[in-house]
């Protein structure tokens, strides 16, 4: 499986998941811009060196990049990012959404605006940020590949995460949302769930940490990256060599045109019973079950 002649974006790429991402995508034949502000796990400081040491690794393997240090939480970061490819490389194919901080892990009463937004910023906006400046190239090629990262954190939750788990679940919106509007124009836009030993995780993982090397998600992205993508719209869980999608179903639940609140509560079992499920690959396409039920076909 090959990525001679695509170029790839990678954002927070000089660590942990982000540089294996960007290894991989190297030696697979990619041209690659490193994306790295640098900074702490909070999103301060910055230095282009962070970037930049990537850069040289993949060049001593045979590899091609270019380094970039601006931030993802900004809509001109985002655009630099992603005019550095054009620059450098003439086009865009490829954008892994990698870059984030932590804020730290607070109780969500302790949860003030600033560490909010830092949160939201470089996780969430970063996505559409960077997303939002390599999606017009995408769409005039007519091909285009995403691939995002969200959280087990964000869709099963956590405590003191509330502002991480917030984020990592609106990248799962943008994901799907942007699957759908991407398709006529041969963009797919997956996420991933990644499980890994990084900085970010620091030693949540315990024991397991020595079989979660960054490196073994990253054959997940570059699937997600090939054109030989089947899918688009999915949320793949991958770490420690395991792989799984992780997909959101609907309960057809329980049905009466009359619904009164005494009704919702004696038959509320039946509302969450999950023995017979759908998976809609759209908001409409949910509607749809309560359409049936109502003898329409279609709306």
């Known amino acids: 499986m090959e990525l001679t002649g695509r170029v790839a974006v990678v954002t927070g790429a000089g660590r942990g998941l982000g540089r294996a991402?960007?290894?991989?995508?190297?030696?697979?034949?990619?041209?690659?811009?490193?994306?790295?502000?640098?900074?702490?796990?909070?999103?301060?400081?910055?230095?282009?060196?962070?970037?930049?040491?990537?850069v040289a690794e993949i060049t001593v393997a045979g590899g091609i990049a270019v380094a970039n240090a601006d931030s993802v939480a900004t809509s001109?970061?985002?655009?630099?990012i992603?005019?550095?490819?054009?620059?450098?490389?003439?086009?865009?194919?490829?954008?892994?959404n990698n870059a984030g901080t932590t804020g730290g892990l607070v109780g969500f009463g302790d949860l003030d605006d600033e560490?909010?937004?830092?949160?939201?910023?470089?996780?969430?906006?970063?996505?559409?940020?960077?997303s939002r400046a390599a999606w017009g190239p995408m769409v005039a090629q007519g091909y285009g590949r995403i691939v995002n990262t969200t959280s087990g954190v964000g869709l099963f939750g956590m405590g003191k995460g509330v502002a991480y788990a917030a984020a990592k679940m609106g990248i799962v919106g943008l994901t799907r949302s942007l699957a759908v509007e991407g398709e006529v124009s041969g963009i797919k836009v997956n996420a991933i769930a990644p499980i890994a030993a990084t900085r970010m995780a620091g030693t949540a993982?315990?024991?397991?940490?020595?079989?979660l090397d960054p490196a073994r998600v990253s054959p997940v992205v570059a699937y997600l990256a090939h054109a030989d993508c089947p899918v688009t719209g999915r949320v793949i869980s991958v770490g420690g060599g395991r792989v799984g999608e992780v997909f959101l179903g609907a309960a057809r639940g329980y049905f009466n045109a009359d619904l009164t609140p005494d009704d919702v509560r004696e038959n509320f079992d039946t509302a969450?019973?999950?023995?017979?499920?759908v998976l809609p690959l759209d908001a409409m396409d949910e509607v749809g079950i309560t359409a049936t039920m109502h003898g329409l076909s279609g709306i």
């Open 115 to 130: 560490r909010l937004m830092s949160v939201l910023g470089s996780h969430l906006i970063g996505c559409f940020n960077v």
């Open 21 to 54: 991402h960007a290894l991989l995508l190297a030696s697979l034949g990619a041209a690659v811009v490193v994306n790295d502000l640098g900074g702490g796990l909070d999103g301060s400081g910055g230095s282009a060196e962070t970037a930049e040491s990537v």
């Open 272 to 277: 969450l019973d999950h023995t017979d499920f």
């Open 205 to 211: 993982f315990g024991a397991l940490d020595e079989h």
């Open 82 to 96: 992603v005019g550095t490819a054009l620059r450098e490389f003439g086009h865009v194919d490829i954008v892994v």
């Open 76 to 80: 001109a970061g985002g655009a630099e």
